[in-house]
């Protein structure tokens, strides 16, 4: 008798463990699609047994436990893939916006294919106007006394000048934006670093004597920091009876400790002419990888290589010219004291269609002074002799091209390679704590027959109960 | 391998992406003609295009410059053949002239060598869109190049030469350098021809058949003869057109060799991006077939 009631109490127990299985198949069934979320699942135990007269007695089962599909590795695993993917995301952008900023694409549209329907050069960059700009003074130097000819040289000195000036503008504007981006980025990322914290602190009173039992707090932890490694290559790792909480770190400076913040709590960006670095909590903060680096790197690198080059071209071409056409008694381009804030070149003001001089003589017709400037166009310069630039003016300007194409043909390629190293990170953390919809399913049909046949069972001894509580008085 | 509920879409996804990109890359080389437009596409062939193109503009402006050279010396050609034309007539008049001609016949000769010598200074003073044509560098100058001195009945009387010492170069291809106009010696010899024509006049003048014969000599016998150096000066104007018109062609064959360059690396190949642009659409549908079958089906199906 005793044992049909221990039983129904054991039953009744069972119910339990059965629903929290079917509560749990449908919590992971309604986080299908939520790419935080790690699989969990109830751990079922035997509740022991006691030792009767007659035998022994079970006690049943009982919910030991949740537990979540977790792997502190393939979690690593997968933020360390988002820190490089995120990184040559970021300078691919800034990349492809200096490529734009540059301006130097190919267009053949206008391109003929015969010399004599050739109507000049037809792009829309600096090269094509460097072209543009001696070929004007080699129409000069054939008609120097041809007024046309004269305005036509002036307007692609001035287009000339005008494409340099923008083209430095678009870089400069491509830097800003990256400032802008990194101090956007900072303010998230300070963000993260203060819910990381509050996390901690919400994980060590939940897990207080129940450890790993926060398993929703440790998803969003887990996408907290996930998220951050977007931004730089952090390190996490368990701090030692804290009930759970973790440590974050960047290389050796250690951003979150358990429920506070580290230092003075603030990821900073110095931004001076002199000096552009990360701090936190004041001091330098040394970041290898990820997107604000990147962003960093590609700023102070690659854009600003180009600008420099750029810049030096502009000198040049100022040197230069202004070298033969002084000999005229004036400068063609501004001297660069005179030449305005923001600009690397300018055509001298003074300089007009009826000023215009084609020679250092005294004769009209006379081209000295056009052709030595014509002649420029192919003179190979070096910076061995103080010249600002090495090579022809075209070549030197279609090596900057290249470099900064070159560098991001270089990021495309080691990007889509990363994209891939993702997605089979991503994937083999996905089979191990992703959802999946036949396994529960069938642990739905699992529970809905185990909790049917303990509702049976039940029956059973109720029908028992019922044999001896009201039949047996009836003999 | 523990499939999950994410695993076909991300798979799926990922390779829908991949292929829609192939996609859109082979339909934009196939729409524009052109392999590579940015920089980054191809690097290493960008440079070599865009250094070409500077190439390929620099024939274009030296052909440019030899069109112009060229109008030049047939310009100057043109006006050489005049002015030897004016001294072939005045040597026929002089030809003419013998103890027997008459004073009506010296008289009509001096008329007409007089109007061969101011149609002389009118050609010598050619001008070509406004510059003069045997003037060196000194074309835009507002003096004409031969000045004819004149007496108080207005016949000329002597010629000099105003114009420059040097003549201007152009270039016709890189560090090839060639003038098109004639030298200050070739001008000089224009103005000799002219002054031996106004000797000739003057021998007429006179009456004086030895005075006539020493004239005509100087205008067309021997090597020193002006007839003898505006032949020469023609001869090397026409060579220069030769060796101008030469040059073009050669320009032509460079313009079209860089052109052939470019386009090499340039311009898409189209049989090549159809079949790619083919490939990746059929593997484009397969996948979505295929995606489209496998997320049909569940054990939700099942399931009562």
Known sequence: ?475 | MRVTFNTFPDTLLGRLQALGGEQNKALTQLSTGQRIAAPSDDTPAMQRILSLRTEKDQNQQYYRNSIDGLEVSKTTFVALDQLGQLVGRGSELAAGVSGITSDAEYKAKYSEINQLIEQGVNVANTKLRGSFLLAGDASASATKPFDASRDAGGKITTVTYAGSETSPEMNIAEGTKISAYTTSDENKDVRDALNKLIALRDAMDAKSPSLVLTARQALTEGNTSSEDKLLSVMSRAGSIQYRLENNMKDLELRYESSEKLISTDADVDFAEATVRLNRSQMAYQAAIQSGAKIQNNSLLDYLR
Not at chain 1, 114 to 131: E, K, M, T, Y
Not at chain 1, 179 to 189: F, K, M, P, T, V
Not at chain 1, 198 to 224: F, H, M, T
Request: hydrophobic content about 35%.
């Open chain 1, 1 to 475: 008798m005793s044992g049909l009631i221990s039983n129904l109490a054991t039953s009744s127990k069972a119910l339990g463990v059965h629903s929290k299985g079917l509560e749990i198949a449908g919590k992971n069934l309604a986080n299908i699609n939520n790419r935080n979320y790690a699989k969990q699942r109830v751990e079922i135990g035997d509740r022991g047994s006691i030792n009767r007269d007659i035998a022994t007695e079970s006690m049943g089962v009982e919910a030991m436990e949740l537990r979540q599909n977790r792997d502190v590795l393939l979690d690593k695993s997968v933020m360390r893939e988002f820190t490089a993917s995120s990184g040559l995301e970021a300078a691919k952008k800034i990349l492809e916006s200096a490529e734009g900023a540059l301006g130097q694409f190919l267009d053949r549209t206008k391109d003929s294919t015969s010399i004599q329907n050739a109507n000049g050069a037809s792009g829309g960059g600096i090269s094509d106007s460097l072209s543009d700009f001696f070929n004007a003074w080699e129409s000069y130097s054939v008609k120097p006394n041809d007024v046309a000819v004269k305005q036509l040289l002036i307007e692609k000195a001035k287009i000339l000048a005008d494409k340099i000036n923008i083209t430095d503008e678009r870089l400069g504007d491509v830097q800003s934006n990256v400032d802008g981006q990194i101090d956007s980025d900072l303010i998230d990322a300070n963000g993260i670093l203060k819910t990381l914290a509050e996390i901690n602190g919400y994980i060590a009173k939940a897990e207080n004597g129940r450890p790993n039992s926060a398993v929703d707090l440790r998803d969003q932890r887990q996408a907290k920091l996930e998220e951050l490694s977007n931004y730089m290559d952090i390190s996490f790792e368990n701090i030692e009876d804290s009930n759970g909480q973790i440590r974050v770190k960047c290389g050796d400076v250690v951003l979150v400790e358990g429920k506070d913040v580290s230092g003075d709590g603030v990821l900073a960006y110095v931004n001076t002419l002199a000096n552009k670095k990360f701090t936190f909590g004041g001091a330098d903060l040394s970041i290898s990888k990820g997107a604000l680096v990147s962003q960093l790197n590609a700023r102070n690198g690659a854009v600003q290589d180009s600008r420099d080059q750029i810049s030096a071209l502009a000198k040049q071409l100022q040197d230069s010219i202004n070298g033969v056409y002084s000999t005229t008694g004036s400068n063609f381009f501004k001297s660069a004291a005179s030449t305005a804030v923001g600009k690397l070149i300018e055509i001298d003001s003074a300089i007009s269609v009826s000023n215009l001089k084609s020679t250092f003589t005294a004769n009209a017709g006379a081209n000295d002074v056009a052709l030595k400037i014509a002649d420029l166009a192919n003179k190979k310069f070096t910076t061995l002799s103080a010249d600002s630039i090495d090579g022809t003016f075209g070549g030197f300007f279609n090596a900057t091209v290249s470099k900064l194409g070159q560098n991001l043909n270089t990021t495309n390629i080691q990007l889509e390679d990363q994209k891939l190293s993702e997605e089979m990170t991503r994937s083999n953390r996905d089979s191990f704590s992703g959802v999946s919809q036949d396994e529960e399913l069938t642990d739905l049909m699992k529970f809905q027959r185990s909790f049917q046949a303990t509702s049976r069972f039940i029956n059973v001894v109720d029908n028992l109960l019922d044999q001896v509580v009201n039949r047996l008085g009836s003999f």
